[in-house]
């Protein structure tokens, strides 16, 4: 178990990002009335609050209504695809973008294939996939997008996307990961986001990527800047933030590379929590 990992004080932090699924989130895929009003305190004092997760900006959207910021400068912008888009809610258009090649995605899509797995890619509002399983239907009921099965998912590849999803089953998933990383290596980064869930992404393309872009455009100084996640999608994140802190339910590792730990769950308004004692 880690050791006890809080400030010692009060921290000056000027944008705050965070991830959606067992951090912000509780259980049942809700935002706590806690934690809503401690991040529109935040809002309110200057902080720019940032939802990052990995669903594509409409699946991010419900959340954003909840917490009543987007109107406000310091609530505008949101981060999707794990930090291959960077999008600001008053143009409608993204800062920052960024896709896979198609012909590298079809390459690690064929590997997939060969060991019966399916894959997703994206749209703003729409999850299209290979094929029909429990796996698709799981991403859909997660991110709250419809699903679209592609009659010729190889082709429909080829025209390059932000991010590909291999859901299959953990065992599955853990012995085709280290052999995509050897044989795409410097072409597509790839992690596990939940133990069913493989993320392709374009290489040096992630969270902790996306956020620092966001603060050097709103000259926030890296200093500055505090990130809250749980699993390995938020890792980088967590690193190259001044202040990340992992959920105290984040998995072992994310809690061990992480600078601070909430005293709480995301069950238990963690965030809230952490806001509440050492930011506000």
Known sequence: MVHEKLPHGKLVVKLI??????TLLNRDLTISPRTVSALRAAAARGIFVVICSGRAESGILPFVRRLDIAGLQTGRYVIALNGAVVFDLHTREPLFSKKLDGNVLLEIFREAEKRGLCAQVYSASTIYASVDTKWSHLDSDISGLPLKVVDDFPSFLKRGYAKMLISADPKDIDDLIPFLREKFRGKADFFISKPFFLEVMPPDCGKGEAVLYLAQ???IERSE??????SMNDESMLRMTAHGVA????????REAAVYVTRKSNDEDGI?????????
């Open 17 to 22: 990002a965070l991830d959606l699924d067992d």
């Open 217 to 219: 455009k709103l000259s």
């Open 225 to 230: 800047t505090m990130a809250f996640g749980d």
């Open 247 to 254: 959920m105290s339910n984040g998995l072992p590792q994310i």
């Open 272 to 280: 809230a929590d952490f806001l509440e004692a050492f930011v506000l």
